[in-house]
């Protein structure tokens, strides 16, 4: 599973780095980014499911 951010509709407010800490960081400004490609640990598949829900701008897309 791999996840990745559209920059153009993250809105800054965390909820991804919030739910999954360990696959999503901010910049400086708050503006969500993935660690490293964005490959998703077996063990962070369901936080990351989470973040990618919780995302109110859907700003985040997940491919299996």
């Known amino acids: 599973m791999k ?9 800054a407010y965390g909820a ?3 739910a ?9 400004w708050g503006y969500a980014q993935v660690v490293g490609d964005g490959t998703v640990p077996a063990e ?6 989470a973040a990618v829900a919780q995302c109110p701008e859907n700003a985040i897309a997940m491919d299996e």
């Open 20 to 28: 999954c800490p360990s696959v999503f960081e901010l910049d400086e």
């Open 3 to 11: 996840v990745r951010v559209d920059p153009s509709k993250c809105a």
């Open 44 to 49: 962070h598949e369901t936080a990351a499911r």
């Open 16 to 18: 991804c780095h919030d």
